[in-house]
C-alpha cells in the first residue's frame, strides 16, 4: 500500500508538534518565600528572575514571591550582601529559597568613622566581623569574637576567670603605656566593651592601619574597633528567644608530686642540706597520693548560661529593635566566690520623620553587671599558687573540722580552701547608654547630621574580712568591713556636614565634623573593724565599733576633648579612588605649649578588574590594590601628668614644741611641653576575589611609634621627682594574609577561612639617663626580669642564660675567668652553669642578655563552616607562636613548697641530667633565685576555639513559630602547646607580658541551646 504525504498531512503534524510545545511552554503561578539561611528571617526585596529572560518580579516585606514561569524554567534569586542562587523548577508546590550571606560583599558597605563606604571603594586596611562570629554560645564580651578571626590583632584572655577582660593588640605593641585599642559604639566611644550583649551586635570593624584610624585622631594610635548594634527592618514584627545551658571544667592540671613523691624528694633536699630527714620510711609507705590541692579548689560542672529575648520591626516611616538578655557564669575555681551575672536592656529606634528631608534616632542600653572574684596572677599568694605549692601530706580538714594547717610550707602559701572560705567581697555597677540623633538635608546632596551621648555609670563593691588564722603570717584579730562607691558622667555631642555629589563617572564627597567629649567623676571609700557580728550579712561600716582603726578617702575627676575633622573621598568611575582626612584633638591632658595635636592622612586604590586588560580574564572577579599613609596618636598618659601636683604624703613637719603639723610640697617637676605619642603607619595592600568562590586580602605595612612617655632624667639637687616627657620610639613591621573560599552546592553549603599574621617589634630609642626602663616583676625574690631598651623588643626578657648542669667539682674548678679566678665559687655539682658573656670572669647583672620575647610573632586562624540541608557545622581553630613565657608558678625561695613533677628527673649524680637543678635547701648559686633560661617555656599554642553542631526545623505551622534551632556547642576543647602551665595564653601589660604568676586557667564549656524564632 503506498501512503500519499498531501498537504493536509504535513499541516496536521504541524499543528500536533505545535500543541506539544505550547504545552510544554505553558506558564505556570510559582509562588514562594526567600529566607536568610542563617537565621531564617525572610528577605525583602530580593529579585526572582526566570533565567535567560527579561521576567523578574522582587520579593514583598515578608520576602514572599509570585511569578509566571514554564514548569522547565530556571529561576535566579539575589539580594544585596547575599550569593545568587539558581533554581531549577520542578512539581513541588511552592518554593522556600535560602539564600546564604556573600562574605565578599556582605551589605555592599563599611563602617568607617564617622560614615560608611562602599566596601569596593574602600582605601584602607578594615577587618569585619559579623553576625554569625557574635553568636558563638559561651562568648561573654563581645571582643572576645575577635580571637583568629582578623590577621594582624592579637587578642588575649587576661584571665578565665567569669567577667575577666581580654588584651587587644592591633598590628604589635607600640607604647609602654597602655596599647588598647578605641572602641566606638554606635558612634560613641566606650572604653571597654563588657556592658554590650555581643548578640545585640550587627557588625564590628577593625581599622588597622593608620589611614583609617587617623579620623579619629588621638585616640587612634592603637587602631580602632567599631560597633554597630541591630536595628529594627520595616515588615511585620520578629520574635526570637534563645537559651544554652552549660557546664564548666579545668581543661589541664599542673602536675605536682604527689605525698608520696613530696615526701622522698624533701628527704633528699635535707639530706643534700645535710638536715634531719623530715619523713621516715615507714611515713612515707602509709602517705598514698595524699591531697591534690588543686582539683580540691576546683568546682566541677560550673554552670553557664544565658538567656535572650529580643523584638524587632516597624514600618517603612519607624522601626525598631530591643532585646533582654541575662547571662550567669560561675568559675571553674572556687565555688561561690568567682562568679559573674550580666543584665542586658536595649531598644533601637528610628524614625523617618519627613520623607527625604528629617531622619532621627534613639538609641538606650541599660548593664547590670555583679562579680565575685578571687585573687589571680598575683606572684606570691593567692588560692591557685597556693593550690599548686601547697604541700600534699598536709589534709583539708583538721579531725575536728577546722581548717588544717601546714606543718612544712610557710610564708604565702596557706591552705587554699580556707583562703577561699574567708574570702568575702562582691562588686557592680549600673550602666547607663543613651544617644540620639538627627539628620537633615538641607538641600540635595547636602546632609547635616548632630548626636548627642550620655552614659552614666554607678560603681559600688563591699568586702568583709572575718577573724582567722591561716598560718603565722596570714591572720586577722579583728572583724572588718568596707565600702567603695563611684559614679562618672560622660556627655559627647557630634556634629557633621556632609557633602556627597557624582557627575558621570565622577563621585566625590567632603566631611567637616567637630566633637566635643567631657567627663565627670566622683568617688569616695570606708573601712572599719570591730563588727558587732562576724557575719557578712552585717558587714556594714555602722555596725563596726573600732572608730580608731575607722579610715576614709575620697576624689574626683574630669576629662575634656575637643575636636575638628574632615575627609575627602574621590572616585572615578568605581575604578581610581583616593581619601584624605584630617583632625585637630585638643586634651585637658597636655601641656600648654601642645594642647593640640594634628593627625592627617592619605590613602588611594585602584580597582584593577575594571581594566580593559583585565575584562576578558575570567577567573579575576575582583581586584583592589590600595596604599595609604596615615598619623594617629595617644593620649593614654593619665590625668595631670604635665602639671607639678602637690602632695601631702610623708611631708609632716614639727615647729619646735608644737604637734605634728601637716605638709605639703611639690611632688614632681612640671612640663608644659608634654605632647601626645604619635604614631606613623605606612601600608600596602591588596583584596581579591578569584574563581567567584576565592578571596584574598594581603596587607604589608610598617608602624613607627614615636614620643612614648617616659621619666626623663633631671639633676639631683632639683630635689623633686621627675617629669614625664616624650623620649622614646618603637617600630613594628608586619604582613597579614587572609585567605576564604566559599560554594553552595545546593544542599550542601561550606565555607572556609584562615588567616595569619607576622609581626616584628623593636625599640628604636628610650631617652632616659640608663637608655633602658625595667619592669615585669615575677616574685619579690627575682625582681623584674623584662626590660625596654633600643635595639630589642619592647619588654624583652632580661635574664642570666642556662648553659647546663655542673656534672662534677672538676667542671667548677675549670670555669674560669681571664685572670684565673672561679666564676662560679659558689656552685657545686648538680648547679646551674650560667654564660659569662661579657667575659669578666664574674656572674652578674651584667651578663643578662635578650634571651625570649613575650610578643608572638605570629597569629592565625582557621574557620570552616558546612550546611547540609538543615544540619550545621562549625569549627574554629586559632594559635599564637614565636614566643616565650616566663613561668613563676612555683614558691621556688621555699624549699618545702611543693614541686612540679618534672623535679623526678633533677641531677642526682654525674651524667643524670643537663637541664634540672638539684634540690637543696640552701641555693648559694642562685639556681631558683637568679632569673635564667631556665624558667623560659615555649609560648606558642593551637587551640580549638569552638566547635558546634546545629539543626534547624524551618517553616513550622504551629503558634507562629518560623523555626527552631537546636545545637550543641563545645569552646576550649583542646590546646596543643609545649607550655607546662594551667594555659599558654599569658596577657600582660607592655613590660609585664607572658609573665605566669597564677592565671586563672580558662575552661573547657560544653553547652547546648535552642533558639526559637516567631
Known amino acids: ?14 499543528l500536533c508538534f505545535w500543541c506539544n510545545f505550547v504545552n510544554a511552554q505553558a506558564q505556570v503561578s510559582i509562588k514562594g518565600v526567600v529566607r536568610d539561611v542563617e537565621d531564617n528571617s525572610t528577605i525583602p526585596g530580593a529579585v526572582v528572575k526566570v533565567k535567560g529572560t527579561n521576567n523578574a518580579t522582587i520579593t514583598d516585606s515578608d520576602g514572599k514571591f509570585t511569578i509566571k514561569a514554564a514548569q522547565s524554567a530556571t529561576l535566579t534569586f539575589s539580594a544585596i550582601g547575599m550569593k545568587a542562587k539558581e533554581v531549577a523548577l520542578k512539581d513541588e508546590g ?19 568613622g564617622y560614615g560608611v563606604q562602599k566596601k569596593s571603594l574602600v582605601t584602607g586596611a578594615i577587618s569585619s566581623i559579623t553576625t554569625k562570629d557574635l553568636e558563638v554560645p559561651g562568648i561573654m564580651r563581645a571582643d572576645q569574637a575577635l580571637q583568629g578571626k582578623s590577621p594582624g590583632v592579637t587578642v588575649m584572655m587576661n584571665s578565665g576567670q567569669p567577667g575577666a577582660g581580654v588584651s587587644i593588640r592591633i598590628r604589635g605593641v607600640g607604647t609602654n603605656g597602655s ?102 620510711e615507714t611515713e612515707i609507705n602509709k602517705m598514698g597520693a595524699g591531697t591534690n590541692w588543686q582539683r580540691e579548689i576546683s568546682y566541677l560542672n560550673a554552670p553557664i548560661q544565658n538567656h535572650q529575648v529580643s523584638l524587632s520591626g516597624g514600618s517603612p516611616k519607624n522601626t525598631y529593635s530591643s532585646s533582654f538578655s541575662y547571662f550567669s557564669q560561675s568559675g571553674t575555681l572556687a565555688k561561690d566566690k568567682s562568679d559573674f551575672d550580666r543584665y542586658t536592656g536595649r531598644i533601637n529606634t528610628k524614625q523617618n520623620v519627613i520623607e527625604g528631608i528629617l531622619n532621627t534616632g534613639i538609641n538606650l542600653n541599660v548593664t547590670n553587671v555583679k562579680r565575685a572574684a578571687i585573687a589571680t596572677n598575683s606572684g606570691n599568694s593567692g588560692p591557685i599558687l597556693s593550690a599548686i605549692n601547697m604541700d600534699p601530706v598536709t589534709p583539708v580538714m583538721n579531725d575536728d ?111 567637616l565634623g567637630n566633637t566635643l567629649n567631657t567627663g565627670r567623676g566622683t568617688n569616695v571609700s570606708a573601712s572599719k573593724n570591730g563588727l558587732l557580728y562576724d557575719d557578712p550579712e552585717y ?10 582603726s575607722a579610715a576614709a578617702s575620697g576624689g574626683a575627676w574630669h576629662s575634656g576633648l575637643v575636636s575638628y575633622f574632615s575627609r575627602a573621598t574621590y572616585d572615578f568611575d568605581n575604578k581610581y579612588m583616593m581619601t584624605a582626612t584630617y583632625r585637630a584633638d585638643g586634651s585637658f591632658r597636655f601641656g600648654k605649649n601642645n594642647k593640640f595635636g594634628y593627625f592627617p592622612s592619605i590613602s588611594a586604590g585602584w580597582n584593577a578588574h575594571r581594566e580593559k586588560f583585565l575584562e576578558n580574564v575570567r577567573f579575576v572577579n575582583s581586584l583592589k590594590v590600595r596604599a595609604s599613609w596615615g598619623r594617629t596618636g595617644s593620649d593614654q598618659i593619665g590625668d595631670y601628668a604635665f602639671v607639678s601636683t602637690i602632695s601631702t604624703y610623708a611631708r609632716n613637719y614639727y615647729f619646735g614644741a608644737d604637734a605634728q603639723q601637716i605638709g605639703a610640697s611639690p611632688a614632681g617637676v612640671s612640663n608644659p611641653d608634654l605632647k601626645w605619642e604619635t604614631s606613623e603607619q605606612a601600608n600596602i595592600g591588596v583584596d581579591a576575589e578569584l574563581f567567584k568562590n576565592f578571596r584574598v586580602t594581603l596587607d604589608l605595612y610598617r608602624k613607627a611609634t614615636k614620643d612614648l612617655l617616659l621619666r626623663v632624667p633631671i639633676p639631683f639637687y632639683v630635689g623633686n621627682g621627675a617629669p614625664f616627657g616624650n623620649a622614646g620610639n618603637v617600630l613594628n613591621k608586619g604582613i597579614e594574609l587572609s585567605l576564604g573560599y566559599q560554594k553552595d552546592f545546593g544542599k550542601l553549603y561550606i565555607e572556609a577561612n584562615i588567616n595569619g599574621a607576622y609581626n616584628n617589634n623593636k625599640v628604636t630609642h628610650v631617652g632616659n639617663t640608663n637608655g633602658y626602663i625595667t619592669g615585669g616583676n615575677a616574685n619579690n625574690q627575682m625582681g623584674d626580669i623584662a626590660r625596654m631598651e633600643a635595639g630589642f623588643p619592647l619588654g624583652y626578657f632580661w635574664m642570666y642564660t642556662m648553659d647546663g648542669i655542673f656534672q662534677n667539682q672538676a667542671q667548677i674548678n675549670n670555669y674560669r675567668g681571664s685572670s684565673g679566678n672561679l666564676i662560679q665559687p659558689n656552685a657545686v655539682p648538680g648547679d646551674i652553669m650560667y654564660k659569662d658573656l661579657n667575659g669578666d670572669g664574674i656572674i652578674d647583672s651584667r651578663d643578662r642578655s635578650m634571651v625570649g620575647s613575650p610578643h608572638p610573632k605570629y597569629n592565625y586562624g582557621f574557620n570552616f563552616t558546612a550546611r547540609y540541608g538543615n544540619f550545621d557545622v562549625n569549627v574554629f581553630f586559632n594559635g599564637l607562636a614565636g614566643h616565650q613565657i616566663f613561668n613563676s608558678l612555683h614558691r621556688w625561695d621555699l624549699p618545702t613548697a611543693n614541686f612540679p613533677v618534672e623535679i623526678i628527673n633533677r641531677w642526682h649524680g654525674e651524667g643524670t641530667t643537663n637541664s634540672y ?19 623560659l617555656e615555649n609560648g606558642s599554642y593551637l587551640r580549638l576555639r569552638n566547635a558546634s553542631i546545629g539543626y534547624t526545623f524551618r517553616n513550622i505551622k504551629v503558634a507562629k513559630l518560623d523555626k527552631i534551632r537546636l545545637y550543641a556547642t563545645g569552646t576550649n576543647l583542646f590546646v596543643l602547646t609545649k607550655y607546662t602551665g594551667f594555659d599558654p595564653e599569658v596577657s600582660g601589660g607592655a613590660l ?20 526559637v524564632g516567631f
Open 1 to 14: 500500500m503506498t501512503i500519499k504525504f498531501t498537504p493536509f498531512y504535513y499541516l496536521v503534524l504541524v
Open 94 to 112: 511552592e518554593l522556600n529559597i535560602l539564600l546564604s550571606k556573600d562574605v565578599q560583599t556582605l551589605s555592599g558597605v563599611v563602617v568607617v
Open 179 to 280: 596599647n588598647d585599642p578605641l572602641f566606638i559604639v554606635d558612634g560613641f566611644p566606650r572604653g571597654d566593651l563588657e556592658a554590650v550583649n555581643p548578640r545585640d551586635i550587627e557588625t564590628m570593624e577593625v581599622l588597622k592601619d593608620a589611614a583609617s584610624a587617623a579620623i579619629y585622631g588621638a585616640r587612634g594610635a592603637n587602631g580602632v574597633v567599631i560597633i554597630t548594634t541591630k536595628s529594627g527592618k520595616a515588615g511585620k514584627s520578629k520574635l526570637d528567644y534563645e537559651y544554652y545551658r552549660g557546664f564548666q571544667n579545668i581543661r589541664k592540671y599542673i602536675d605536682v608530686l604527689d605525698a608520696t613523691q613530696y615526701a622522698r624528694i624533701q628527704n633528699e633536699l635535707h639530706f643534700n642540706s645535710n638536715l634531719a630527714l623530715p619523713f621516715s
Open 401 to 511: 573540722g577546722t581548717f588544717a594547717i601546714s606543718r612544712y610550707v610557710s610564708q604565702e602559701i596557706v591552705n587554699p580552701i580556707a583562703r577561699i572560705y574567708y574570702t568575702n567581697g562582691s562588686s557592680g555597677y549600673t550602666r547607663l547608654n543613651a544617644d540620639a540623633f538627627a539628620e537633615v538635608e538641607i538641600i540635595s546632596d547636602l546632609k547635616f547630621k548632630s548626636s548627642l551621648g550620655l552614659a552614666l555609670q554607678y560603681n559600688e563593691s563591699r568586702g568583709y574580712t572575718p577573724i582567722y588564722y591561716l598560718n603565722s603570717t596570714n591572720r586577722t584579730v579583728a572583724t572588718g568591713t568596707s565600702k567603695s562607691m563611684s559614679e562618672s558622667r560622660d556627655l559627647n555631642l557630634e556634629n557633621t556636614l556632609i557633602y556627597s555629589k557624582k557627575v558621570k563617572i565622577h563621585s566625590f564627597s567632603v566631611m
Open 539 to 548: 558587714a556594714y561600716l555602722d555596725l563596726a565599733k573600732d572608730n580608731t
Open 917 to 935: 637543678p638539684r634540690i637543696a635547701a640552701g641555693d648559694l648559686n642562685g639556681n631558683f633565685a637568679n632569673p635564667s633560661t631556665f624558667f
Open 992 to 1011: 609585664g607580658l607572658g609573665i605566669d604568676k597564677g592565671v586563672y586557667p580558662q575552661p573547657r564549656t560544653i553547652m547546648v541551646g535552642a533558639s
